[in-house]
T-cell receptor, first 116, second 113 residues
């Protein structure tokens, strides 16, 4: 079964600085998708960034970028110029439609604190 | 597009009672998912519909749980004979294509006393 591991339960960063959140996953599939979702306190989960495994180029979305290392099964999220609004739980997630499953498999999350 | 909505947002029930939650997906989305999230954990998959067909169920979905999506629109998740271990946030999500973003609703927080 596919698993997603986030080894950092909590991280903190100073406003305007850069922070990297780690994620590793285990799969035997060759075609899959990886996601980072953000869940602010008492608010709904929203997508931060998405990566297709067949694409070698790392995805970027404004201040958010990923370092996707397929051979190492690693998918880290870098947040640049951190803002107070970035404070949230961040979940790494995996999906492989191969075999007919479209479920997201989530890690346990990393709580990010942004200090002013 | 008003996003994914869920009702109720909070539900407190006594052990042994039945509860039903509703999810309204984004209108053009044919895929609908249910997840359960307990405190300090990531969401765990429960079940998935494509249109009205329930295509996948997790082993977490015991026989006390049932989900429907009549006519491929809204979905309901029913829990019969609730137990304290059912206390969690129940999240609904929808998407249009496989591999695309799943849009999440605000969740229904269930407390079983």
């Amino acid at each position: 079964a596919q698993t997603v591991t986030q080894s950092q339960p909590e991280m903190s960063v100073q406003e305007a600085e850069t922070v990297t959140l780690s994620c590793t996953y285990d799969t035997s599939e060759s075609d899959y998708y990886l996601f980072w979702y953000k869940q602010p306190p008492s608010r709904q989960m929203i997508l931060v960034i998405r990566q297709e495994a067949y694409k070698q180029q790392n995805a970027t979305e404004n201040r958010f970028s990923v370092n996707f290392q397929k051979a190492a099964k690693s998918f880290s999220l870098k947040i640049s110029d951190s803002q107070l609004g970035d404070a949230a739980m961040y979940f790494c997630a995996y999906m492989s439609p191969q075999g007919g499953s479209e479920k997201l498999v989530f890690g346990k999350g990393t709580k990010l604190t942004v200090n002013p | 597009d008003t996003g994914v909505s869920q009702d109720p947002r909070h539900k407190i029930t006594k052990r042994g009672q039945n509860v039903t939650f509703r999810c309204d997906p984004i209108s053009e989305h044919n895929r609908l998912y249910w997840y359960r999230q307990t405190l300090g954990q990531g969401p765990e998959f429960l079940t998935y519909f494509q249109n009205e067909a329930q295509l996948e169920k997790s082993r977490l979905l015991s026989d006390r749980f049932s989900a429907e999506r009549p006519k491929g629109s809204f979905s309901t998740l029913e829990i019969q004979r609730t137990e304290q271990g059912d206390s969690a946030m129940y999240l609904c999500a929808s998407s249009f294509l496989d591999g695309e973003e799943q849009y999440f609703g605000p969740g229904t927080r269930l407390t079983v006393t």
